[in-house]
């Protein structure tokens, strides 16, 4: 089992650019695909991007591709996801998934963090 813990989330300026940090606990990190998801408020979970154990795969929601970086460094049990020219559009929160599997950008990942907002102004 592994515990994720989402970190980052604020508020900023259309344009501008956050980092977002998802810690894991436990020391089998890597054996794990890991996923960011979003809900909007009164919108469905949308998925955002998704990396696999190793790093060598690596996908994007449509709306999100070109603009953000999913990454993960196994030695420090963390995934990343680094968002730059923000639109309004990309308010809501953010919540990191993972998997022993590869469930890519389906959302059926097994273990969820508990989210950190982000809120882009206009």
């Known amino acids: 089992q592994v515990q994720l813990v989402e970190s980052g989330g604020g508020l900023v300026q259309t344009g501008g650019s956050l980092r977002l940090s998802c810690a894991a606990s436990g020391r089998t990190f890597s054996t794990y695909s890991m996923g960011w998801f979003r809900q909007a408020l009164g919108k469905e979970r949308e998925f955002v991007a998704a990396?696999?154990?190793?790093?060598?795969?690596?996908f994007y929601g449509d709306s999100v591709k070109g603009r953000f970086t999913i990454s993960r460094d196994n030695a420090k049990n963390t995934v990343y996801l680094q968002m730059n020219s923000l639109k309004p559009e990309d308010t809501a929160v953010y919540y990191c998934a993972a998997d022993r599997r590869w469930p890519g950008g389906s959302a059926d990942y097994d273990y969820w963090g508990q989210g950190t907002q982000v809120t882009v102004s206009s």
């Open positions: 990396v696999s154990m190793s790093g060598g795969s690596i």
